[in-house]
Structures are given as structure tokens and as C-alpha cells.
């Protein structure tokens, strides 16, 4: 054999070295497992199962978090209503219950507005929303009465009096909230005092304290005037108007005082235009002109009075007289 057989014999039989690692560079444990190591096992075996379960929990919320996103429960829901809509179970007819004065026309046109008819799918809390914008409806229950019918029932406002502003008419409850505008003709006024003037609406309560304090003239009102946001105007049916002064206390002293006189003297009804009791004690009277007087006795109760935004001028010495 020659020489290059015998070395090529040599490389064969040779065995391959093995590198040696190198030094300082030994591969450490991670942080978590030697902490996890340092535990007693059960601990171990606790914490290991915790964050298992932590790591699910956050991949399901995921999971969820996209499926809402896409807002698929919604379009199950939708769809699936639809389906029971179709069956039959849809809004036909409307029950309304507690109507006595409004027109039933708008509650079934907030009914029948809804955006789904589908009994499921129907919105009640917005239909509700919807009547109690108008104006006769102080209160509404709305319920589902399957297959196909929906029940509303009304609490309608009490009209307490009208209200003249800016030249039209307004009824309106005991809380001056506005139930409709009143047409100025073809239609008789409701017999309730008209009440004129800016935030006379929400005197409503006022005046009717005042009047519990003279309760024998309360019958006679016609309307009353709130003055200068301040203080009251009464006109009465005859044709009169009493001016009192400010402040509730003063006032009923005032009205009390007028009726007393009005019993026992017959004020009212004896061709007077105005009494004035702005000042304390005192009571001015101005006659009204004949040809006033029979005109006023000849008319019926206007639509419309002329609105008082301020004070009546002081009556002059020659047409007033204090009683």
C-alpha cells in the first residue's frame, strides 16, 4: 500500500473532534422558570395553571371583542326578528287607552313610525319618547300584546287656563307647559281665565292662590294681566279691571279688601272701567264713558284683549275718585 493509502486510511479511522464550549458563556435558566423552580410544586403547579387560564381568557376576550366589533349579535338579533315579524307577529293594530280630550290621529302616528313593526324588534321606549313630546300627553305606558297589537295608554294634561301671547292663544295646564294653540275663530274658548303677558303662563299657581283668598270673586274672573313680571291686573266679566299691588301678601290683602267692599257696596257691575289699589288703603275708581259701557255690555267676551306690557297710566283728579 502506498503512502497516500495509508494517510487516506488514517483520515477514515479518524474520530472527529468536539469543540469545546466556550468559556463563560453558559446558557442560564429564564427568570420565570427559576422563580417557578424556587416554589414548592403544589405553588408551582398553581401558578403555572393560572396563567394558562389567564392566557385563555384573554384570547376568548378577543374573540369576542371582534365578534362584537363586526357586530354580529345584533345582526342575529335583527334578522331573527324579522323572521318572527314575517310570521305574523308584526304591529297591526294599536289600543289606546285615557284619551278623553286629544286627537288619537298622533298617538297612532307615533305608533306606526316606529322604525321596526316587527313585535320583537319594536322600540318602545322611543315611542314613548315620541308622545310625550306633544302636548296633551303629560304621561304614556306603552306594552306589547302579541301577535300583533300594540297598548298604549294616555295621562293627559288639565287644562288650567289660556295663555295670550304675542296675539295668539295658548291653553295651558297648571304648570304653564303649552298643550295647543287655540284657533281665534270657529271655535268657542274653553271658560277658563285668560291670562296675558310675557311668563304669565307661569303664574298659573300664583293666581289661583290669590283667588283661594276671595273665593266669592273667583266666579267673576274673566282674565288677569301679570304686569312688569311683577304684580296683577284682575279683570272680571262685567267689564272692570282691579290693579294690585306687588308682592302675594299685599296682593291678597288687596283682593280681600275689594271684596269686601264689593259686598257691601255692589263695585262690580255699576259702569266702573278701572279700580286701582296699588297704594295701601286706598281704592281709586274711574267711571268708564257711557257709550263704553254700553258697547262693553253689548259685546261678548272677546278673543283676543289688547296685551298690557307695562303700567296703566295714573288716573286724572277729574275722571277718578277715591273710595
Known sequence: MSRGDDRATIRRGAQPRKRAAPKGRARKPAVHKSLLASLPPPVATAVRRGANYALAALLVGGVVAGVLAMRLPQMIGTELGE??????????????????????????????????????????????????????????????RLPDTLVIDIVEREPAAIWQHRQRLHLIDADGRVIEQLRLSGTPLPDLPILIGPN????VAALDRLLQ??????????????????????????GETLSLPEGEGQAKAALADFADRDGNMRLLGQGMLRFDMRNPGRIIVRPAPRAATDQAAATARPAVQREEGGESPPATTSEARSI
Do not use: C, H
Request: glycine residues 10%; positive net charge; proline residues 4%.
Open 200 to 203: 304669565a303662563n307661569y303664574q
Open 83 to 144: 323572521g318572527i315579524g314575517k310570521a305574523g307577529f308584526a304591529v297591526k293594530k294599536v289600543e289606546i287607552t285615557g284619551i278623553d280630550r286629544m286627537d288619537r290621529a298622533p298617538v297612532e302616528d307615533a305608533a306606526f313610525s316606529a322604525q321596526a313593526l316587527a313585535m320583537p324588534l319594536v322600540d318602545i321606549g322611543e315611542i314613548r319618547g315620541r308622545l310625550l313630546q306633544q302636548g296633551w300627553v303629560k304621561d304614556a305606558r306603552v306594552s306589547r
Open 213 to 238: 283668598a276671595s273665593p266669592q270673586l273667583k266666579p267673576m274672573l274673566d282674565g288677569a294681566s301679570w304686569v312688569g313680571d311683577r304684580r296683577w291686573d284682575i279683570r272680571f266679566r262685567s
